[in-house]
């Protein structure tokens, strides 16, 4: 599991969850005024994951406005950018003459150096937030600037792969060790440069390995979406990404595996997945390994007990009825 902490309001008592939420927010991010009316009993609550350079985090709260003043910027300014993903309640915010409403699947990009008024709605509202060093991000600042307040869609596009890894990854850490965090921070860093040079049509500005990088996930992510198609194969994966196989086959040196490979271990995941799923417990094997891309039975046994050691028939039974 990653290195995370999680910080409740609920765990002090009503008549000072509020003020404890504010110094929270200071501590971990930068200080700001806040106002809500929830605040005789504020109920929020936070899970921050520690991605080296980069932190990410999930938030549920009540509604509230935050508020970042030129006399706060002057006390203590981080120099960060703020990439928020909606994903319940509503919102608004001012950056000096720009004024932006974001619903659900928006993402909004704060900087920890421009004054700003945000508001969210939702009771209670839910975000999954990043935050990034701007000297991380290889872009000009006068450029980045630009991007503050810009509402961007995450339903398509370099925002929904943001969105989808981002998502992902604070819905559950159990399958990553601490010493990946700041692997999986680098990744995030590279997702969020690409969608700035993205947004300002700045692409050129971005290093040749960002490029690659983001190239990468994007097929991984196709991959994933695609697992069940019997035809998703290095040729049809390089054809859909209007790139040579070879290609193909050198971005994925850098994953430690050939493309195949990749394919094969995703397409195990989803099936033991479901054969350690309660509720497909009536459905045989033989359904759920062609369902992942695994027409032949033997095959498929074979490949499963190399990658966990059992068999699947095993491995569901253990899963369903433990060592009865």
Known sequence: MLDEKVFRSLDVPAADRF???SELLGRTHAPME??????DDFRASQRVLDLGAVTAWRAVFPPVAFRRTPKLIRQ??????????????????VWRDRETKYKP??????????????HSTGDPATTVALEIPKTLIPLPRDMTRRIVGMPVST????????????????????AYQPSDGPRLGRVLTE?????FAHTLD???????????RTLTLRIQSFIRENLHDPHLTPTTIAAAHHISTSYLHRLFRDEDSTAAEWIRLRRLEAAHRDLTDPALH????????????????THFSRAYRAAYGATPQEHRHHALHGHE
């Open 19 to 21: 003020e404890y939420w």
């Open 34 to 39: 806040l106002r809500s009316d929830y605040a």
């Open 76 to 93: 203590s300014d981080p120099e960060t950018y703020h990439l928020c993903l909606v994903v319940r309640g509503t919102g608004a915010g």
């Open 105 to 118: 699947d928006d993402l909004f990009i704060n900087s920890s150096t421009l004054p700003s008024d945000v």
């Open 155 to 174: 339903r398509e596009g370099m925002g929904a792969l943001l969105a989808r890894f981002l998502t992902q990854l604070s819905a559950d850490t159990a």
């Open 191 to 195: 997702l969020v440069g690409a969608l």
């Open 202 to 212: 700045a692409g050129r500005c971005l290093p040749p390995e960002t490029h690659r």
């Open 282 to 297: 009536a459905t045989p094997i033989h359904t759920i390994a062609s369902r992942w891309g695994f027409p032949c039975a």
